[in-house]
């Protein structure tokens, strides 16, 4: 038996104790026995490590999976040169991030700005974003690279919601720093493989407040120091640090909020390629609206949805498909092409999108 963290876990593993989330509703049963989307479900409440009675599966060696699609975003010339220029990005950001933390020196914010959203243009256009963040997923850091990929994804839902210009820029700010907190815990904490005590737990949820408070008094403007500390909040109530509701969060936090979850569930897993957009979405559609703004959310999904009209993908009943239609009220549930076989995912429910192809 042993505690494993939750990006480790592998489908077949079984749970040694019930899992419950951070206000105590039960998630996962002790006994039960992990699923792709059980794991996925796991990252969307947050959970850091789950005691694991079978941990020897551990053991297990994955070969890199490679699906036509991940091979034909990643030899794309947008991808390579969209990670080159990431690459370069993230080691400024962690040098600009670290002097704010050690020395609290004003932070040129339009130089910051304007470097990361140039990572966005460029001829990438048969490449959205998304395909490039679903596949992108080679670093080791829990915050630079995590850092960058939540101010972007801020920056297009921004965009999406039509904010104002400035606005936009304030939302990339915000997914920018939302987790400067997290460089003063502790690393052996942060990055402890092992059993995280429920103090540890603790100071772990500190990475919102700490932030906050060494930020307090920096010029960074309001919205950014209040995405530190609320983006672990959510709009029923259920979040962290201080459990706030929908009308006392910064919006700006709850724009955070969605695209911080986000890049958390389309995080690697050892065990597959990468994650399909459609499963994220249908698990915010199963568990989450009400934690989060309902426009807002409804914005974010259904634009990356529509990121994949027209994609190829493959069903849980071994059939090939195109996704043709988009159904506003089960977004993760599309209208697809098999042939000339039209299935409404929305009405046969046993059948899922198991990957893009
Ligand atoms: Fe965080
Ligand atoms: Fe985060």
Redesign the pocket.
């Known amino acids: 038996m042993k505690r494993i963290i939750t990006a480790s876990l592998i489908p077949g593993m079984i749970t040694s104790e019930d899992v419950y989330t951070y206000n105590d509703q039960l998630i996962l049963p002790k006994g039960h026995v992990l699923t792709d989307k059980t794991i996925t479900k796991l990252e969307f409440f947050s959970i850091i490590n789950v005691l694991i009675e079978n941990d020897h599966l551990l053991e297990r060696k994955f070969r890199d999976i490679e699906t036509p699609y991940s091979d034909r975003v990643k030899k794309s010339d947008g991808y390579k040169r969209f990670v080159k220029r990431f690459d370069m990005e993230r080691q400024s950001f962690k040098i600009t991030i670290n002097d704010l933390v050690e020395r609290n020196l004003p932070v040129d914010t339009t130089a910051l700005y304007e470097k990361t959203i140039a990572l966005l243009d460029e001829e990438n256009s048969k490449l959205s974003y998304f395909d490039i963040l679903h596949n992108l997923r080679t670093y080791d850091d829990p915050t630079y690279a ?2 960058i990929n ?1 101010g972007l994804i801020c920056h297009v839902l921004a965009r999406w919601m039509k904010y104002s210009p400035e606005d936009v820029k304030t939302a990339t700010l915000c997914g920018l720093f ?2 400067v907190g997290k460089l003063m815990i502790p690393e052996e904490i942060l990055n402890k493989p092992g059993k995280l005590t429920a103090a540890e737990f603790t100071v772990i949820k500190t990475h919102t407040s700490e932030g906050y408070k060494l930020l307090k008094d920096n010029s960074l403007g309001a919205h950014i120091k209040n995405s530190i500390l609320m ?1 672990h909040e959510r709009c029923d109530g259920s979040g962290y640090p201080l459990g706030l509701k929908a009308a006392k969060i910064d919006n700006f936090a709850k724009m955070v909020a969605i695209a ?1 979850l986000y ?2 569930m389309t995080s690697p897993r050892v065990y597959r390629g990468p994650m399909c957009p459609f499963q994220v979405v249908e698990e915010f559609e199963r568990e989450g609206l009400q934690k989060h703004d309902p426009k807002m959310i409804l914005v974010f999904l259904e634009n990356v949805v529509n990121t994949y009209l027209q994609n190829r993908v493959k069903l849980s009943n071994g059939l090939e498909a195109d996704v043709i239609f988009i159904n506003h009220d089960h977004l993760a549930r599309p209208t697809v092409r098999s042939g000339n076989q039209f299935i409404d995912l929305a009405e046969e429910q046993t059948i899922e999108i198991e990957a893009l192809i």
């Open positions: 995590h850092s939540v939302h987790d983006h911080d890049d958390a």
